[in-house]
């Protein structure tokens, strides 16, 4: 298991399924689409819409394209 980036921090989160341990599933709240306290990402950085993430639960590490903003280049 990876360890958790030196760069996180709580207070930047984003609510996005994890694939890789998906524990979002069977929550009532991330299934309903609300913000939940317990099935949260840590936002590392963004390049624009690209958002880039790490799981506290598993320490995956991904990027996920928002489609919130300009279309990435190249």
Do not use: K
């Not at 399924?17 to 689409?33: D, M």
């Not at 306290?37 to 840590?42: G, Q, S």
């Amino acid at each position: 298991m990876l360890p958790i980036d030196p760069t996180a921090d709580i207070g930047r989160r984003a609510w996005v399924p994890c694939p890789g341990c998906e524990n979002h599933r069977g929550c009532a709240t991330c299934e309903a689409g609300r913000n939940c306290p317990d099935h949260w990402r840590y936002l590392l950085s963004n390049t624009g819409r690209l958002l880039h993430l790490q799981c506290p639960a598993c320490a995956h590490l991904w990027s996920w394209d928002s489609g919130f903003g300009s279309r990435p280049t190249g």
